[in-house]
């Protein structure tokens, strides 16, 4: 019965969805100033551009410190994100303690991490630069608290998905909370929780590129000056790079699943 | 006067809502005895022995490990020291070496910081290395134990058991996932352990034939009930057939 109710409520609000996004079609001007006039123009360029990035010595020097920001943004951003995101989680879990207490530090630690993430990595950005100014932290605390709050409520969950059977066991070799933890929590679900991470540190060399945009420097940054100048070819060597980042990021990420698999 | 039993329950009852899982068991096993408990699916072989091991309590009824209550094991120290539990084959941490599952029956007794730091120096190594050595898993030591075979993890297992020490060990259908002669492989070997380390064992199986072999009383379940509890040289066939009888009654009445 109570399954029958869920299915027709979300029924109802697929169909409301449907039909936001119908009246949304209709409320777009489908004239023909949809694009301005000069965009025909301005594509071809782009795309011509596209073969002929800028190659020339002081751009690529450019490219190469600004991609190096925007990976010491991301790595340093993650190292916290990552630390903050298995103390929440381990204590979101709510495996380290039992009874009254349990549900309620459970629902306040998975309302704090809700919190942090539902506020988006950009929002949290123009909110420390307008605290601490256009200093490095403002992006680090930008990628570590959002992405702190994603990777601690999915963390939480890994381990509230271990297999029962090896922590019972380990239970009745007397085994306390702290070594449960560490002896059966943590080896169970760290090849997931590790990929996942991995997984998120792409997503985090972009949202650090396009958090540059604040003003912070780094690759989003360059890119939006060079498009200013209306320079398409420098646009295209950032461009590039930022792609290359997330490439060796992505092979890097197989190569350490790779190793945790076998 | 004779000796303290190991366990003694008087008229343990559990429910499960109106099903009754057990329905008045009384029985006393004493230190140093081998039994095999025995019956068709469903009997209540895994709710008796999760009873015993103070993990279930009874509904009804009165219960004494070494004639005390069990709410006298107050500690997971205290508790580790008198019973040690061995299931089906997956109850190993799969992603770590052998060695530290195996240590892993140390746990009780060791700190929250020597457990960390056996990952970087193993503690108490030389007690894994003959744990393994006895259940002949010796050149298994750093494997990865996902790796292992069924009938090698029971073996792990059963290295585990013997670095805990536990004086009682409670084994719930052990083989029960393994092929025939790597069931008797393990049950044999548990025997033999518990009978040079004086331990009590209480298994329950599924094969009777590895419960006469190798057991010295069984006690056999049915429908929650005792159906017969006796040396294993008084059991009789008959008796055996009856145990696992379907009855004609409750066919038809499901047939309607
Ligand atoms: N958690 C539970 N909830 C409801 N019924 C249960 C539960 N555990 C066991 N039972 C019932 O108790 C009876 C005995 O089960 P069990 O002890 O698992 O038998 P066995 O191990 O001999 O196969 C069964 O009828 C089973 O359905
Ligand atoms: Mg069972």
């Known amino acids: 019965m109570q399954k029958f109710v869920d299915l027709h409520k979300r029924n109802l609000l697929s169909g409301l969805l449907i039909l936001v996004f119908v009246w949304s079609l209709f409320s777009v001007n489908w004239g023909p100033d949809l694009f301005h006039s000069g965009g025909k123009h301005t594509i071809l360029q782009m795309v011509k551009s596209f073969f002929q990035p800028d190659l020339s010595p002081e751009i690529l020097q450019l490219a190469v410190t600004s991609a190096w920001r925007t990976l010491a943004y991301a790595v340093t951003g993650m190292t916290l994100a990552i630390l903050l995101a298995v103390v929440l989680g381990v204590l979101a879990s709510g495996i380290l303690y039992n009874g009254k207490q349990r549900i309620w530090v459970k629902s306040s630690l998975r309302g704090l991490l809700g919190f942090m993430r539902a506020i988006h990595e950009l929002v949290w950005a123009w909110l420390f630069v307008a605290a601490v100014g256009l200093s490095p932290f403002a992006a680090i605390f930008a990628i570590a608290i959002p992405y702190g709050g994603i990777l601690g409520r999915i963390f939480a969950d890994m381990l509230n998905d271990v297999k029962p059977e090896p922590i019972q066991a380990l239970q009745s070799n007397g085994a306390s909370r702290l070594q449960l933890l560490c002896y059966g929590y943590f080896p169970l679900a760290a090849a997931d929780m590790i990929s996942y991470t991995m997984y998120r540190f792409e997503c985090a060399i972009r949202s650090s590129a396009i958090m540059s945009f604040v003003g912070l420097g780094g690759l989003g940054y360059q890119i939006h000056l060079s498009l200013d100048d209306l320079k398409y070819h420098e646009v295209w060597t950032f461009i590039f790079f930022l792609i290359g980042l997330v490439i060796l990021v992505d092979l890097w990420s197989r190569f350490l699943r790779k190793r945790l698999v076998s | 006067m004779s000796p303290t039993p190991v366990f003694e329950l008087k008229n343990i009852s559990k429910y499960y809502g109106e099903v009754s899982s057990l329905s008045s068991l009384s029985f006393r096993i004493d230190r140093g ?9 469903g009997a209540g072989k895994t709710t008796l022995l999760n009873i015993l091991s103070a993990m279930l309590p009874p509904d009804d009824g009165t219960f004494f490990i070494d004639g005390k209550p069990v709410s006298s094991l107050t500690s997971r120290r205290q508790r580790a020291r008198k019973l040690g539990i061995i299931r089906q084959q997956f109850d190993l941490v799969g992603p770590l070496p052998v060695v530290h599952n195996v240590l ?53 297992a059963l290295a585990r058991l013997l670095v805990q020490k536990p004086e009682v060990i409670l084994a719930d259908e052990p083989v029960s996932s393994l092929d025939p002669a790597r069931a008797e492989d393990i049950i044999g070997m548990l025997v033999r352990l518990v009978k040079e380390e004086n331990q009590t064992l209480i298994a329950s199986l599924h094969s009777v034939d590895l419960a006469r072999k190798y057991f010295t009383r069984i006690i056999a379940l049915r429908d929650g009930q005792i159906f017969f509890d006796l040396p294993v040289d008084q059991v009789t066939s008959q008796q055996l057939s009856d145990l696992y009888k379907i009855m004609e009654m409750k066919e038809d009445a499901e047939v309607c």
Do not use: N
């Open chain 2, 33 to 41: 005895e081998v039994v095999a408990l025995i019956g068709p699916s």
């Open chain 2, 104 to 156: 892993a029956g140390r746990l009780g007794e060791w700190s929250l910081f020597k457990s960390l730091l056996s990952y970087l120096f193993l503690q108490d190594k030389e007690l894994a290395m003959h744990a393994l050595h006895r259940v002949g898993l010796k050149d298994k030591i750093y494997e990865k134990t996902a790796h292992l075979s069924g009938g090698e993890q029971q073996r792990v």
